[in-house]
């Protein structure tokens, strides 16, 4: 898209959209960290998550206040208003996997203070889709990828139902196992955070849909719709 | 005025009409130089529509061939139609002074005839022959209320209208548009003079008034048109780009001329 007359404007939309970029970045980084301290037992991990979390949280303020300034200094409109408030939406997606990343690295710490729990390695594949899920909705976004974004929605029920199959294995391990139900409750919240991060994914990729064509598939059946 | 017909208990509205000003394939001509092509569009009754676009567009043009007012311009011709409420503005029976009744204008700039704030508003009833006091005076009254104005002058009826504010001007000229109860109010710029407060006043005026009157609004402030405005026209070099509900407009607009002038890319 060609630049504004205002060259302010086109710096101002710039850098947040920088800012967004960036959250996405640490927010991945987190979730690749939470990913190896559990699968890894590293704990070394799971405190590099904790202790990044501050960053991504400032950076949400940051895109929130460079939000409102320009639409109080440039009253934007049209893509430039959908940009702006896609990016307000998308960084507080971000912020929350940035927690959800965090609440994971926590339980894990604590779950490799004790002996590994042998059911650890079977939500492997639903924590990749997570990954990748979250992987490509910031690719949507940065690249303005809008086949891709729409793609999102219809992986997420896959994840959903890998999380709710791993669900009742858990289920069942706690009945076999009476004295290990509090680190299968922690695996079970571990498994509910990456089944949250998937539809932050696709929250994720609906803003950005929104961003790039004014379409708003939110609540629709697949991201063919609208 | 095409408002309520009377029935035995209630007031009914009448259906409001999609198409109360109906432009078919209007093209205009100042002289060889072609200023308006092939325009074709609806404009509802009783809502606001607002035509934007940059400078020498040709939507002030358009405007001013509501009522004829590009007749007093030499050299001026036409093709095509424009149909208020079915009849062709331009049939040669048509009066044009009874059409000019029929559409009441504001202009950019107020423009209150130096006399006193009542015999601004009573100007064109006296011409045509009306100097009964007690309906003079309703009509004063009810216009002023109509433009939001009269709680401010009513102490100061006989002063002179140049005293008034630019803002309590500006509505002392929609409240002469009125008097003569029109069904079409063209209001050109009618806020670019005035200063965030007078301006919000003149808005907030507008949304009562389409109660009543169908709205035609030129601007060029693209806030000012999400506003007010129910329905936004955008003209490029003489043509419609694109016609639209005004969120439409202003969210998702269709086509790429549209977007980069309203978000200013270029103009």
């Known amino acids: 898209m060609s630049k504004h007359i205002l060259g302010t404007f086109d710096e101002a939309l710039g850098s947040l959209r920088n800012d967004v970029l960036t959250m996405g970045s640490l927010a991945e980084r987190a979730v690749a960290l939470a990913s190896k301290s559990l699968f890894s037992r590293d704990t070394d991990s799971c405190r590099s998550v904790i202790a990044d979390d501050e960053a991504i949280d400032e950076l949400e303020k940051q895109v929130d206040r460079d939000g409102i300034e320009i639409i109080v200094r440039f009253q934007p409109l049209a893509s430039d208003l959908r940009s702006v408030i896609s990016a307000m939406k998308i960084s507080g997606n971000l912020e929350r996997v940035g927690d959800l990343a965090v609440g994971i690295a926590r339980r894990t710490r604590k779950l490799n203070e004790n002996t590994a729990i042998p059911e650890i390695p079977m939500l492997g594949e639903a924590f990749r889709i997570a990954q990748e899920m979250f992987r490509d909705s910031l690719r949507s976004f940065g690249g303005e990828d809008e086949a891709l974004a729409r793609t999102l929605k219809d992986r997420d029920e896959p994840l959903d139902q890998l999380c709710k199959n791993f669900d009742r294995v858990l289920t069942e391990a706690m009945v076999r196992n009476p004295g290990q139900v509090r680190e299968y409750l922690s695996l079970a919240i571990i498994t509910r955070n990456i089944e949250r991060i998937g539809d932050h994914a696709t929250n994720i990729a609906e803003d950005a849909v929104y961003a790039m064509s004014g379409r708003d598939i939110r609540h629709s059946d697949s991201g063919a719709g609208k | ?267």
């Open chain 2, 1 to 267: 005025m095409p408002a309520t017909t009377e029935t035995t208990e209630t007031y009914v509205t009448a259906a409001v009409r999609s198409d109360y000003i109906r432009i078919e394939n209007f093209s205009f001509y100042y002289t060889a130089t072609k200023v308006l092509h092939d325009i074709t569009m609806e404009i509802p009754e009783r809502k606001i529509t607002a035509f934007i676009g940059p400078s020498g567009c040709g939507k002030t043009t358009l405007l001013r061939n509501f009522n004829r007012m590009n007749d007093l311009i030499d050299g001026v011709r036409h093709e095509g139609r424009i149909l208020v409420n079915d009849q062709d503005i331009f049939d040669p029976d048509l009066e044009v002074i009874s059409l000019r009744k029929r559409i009441g204008m504001v202009f950019q700039k107020s423009n209150p005839f130096p006399k006193s704030v009542y015999e601004n508003i009573v100007y064109s009833l006296r011409v045509a022959g009306q100097n009964n006091r007690a309906i003079l005076d309703d009509v004063v009254e009810r216009s002023l209320r109509g433009a939001a104005l009269w709680d401010e002058v009513k102490d100061r009826l006989h002063e002179s209208a140049l005293g008034l504010s630019g803002g309590q001007m500006q509505r002392l000229c929609i409240a002469r548009a009125i008097a003569n109860q029109p069904e079409i109010l063209l209001m050109d710029e009618p806020c670019s003079a005035l200063d965030p407060i007078a301006t919000a006043k003149v808005e907030e005026l507008m949304e009562g008034l389409k109660k009543d009157f169908t709205i035609v609004i030129v601007t060029h402030n693209m806030q000012q048109a999400t506003r007010v405005s129910d329905r936004t026209a955008f003209f490029y070099l003489g043509k419609l780009i694109e016609y639209d509900e005004t969120k439409r407009i202003f969210t998702t607009p269709s086509n790429r001329r549209t977007e980069d002038y309203i978000t200013g890319r270029f103009g």
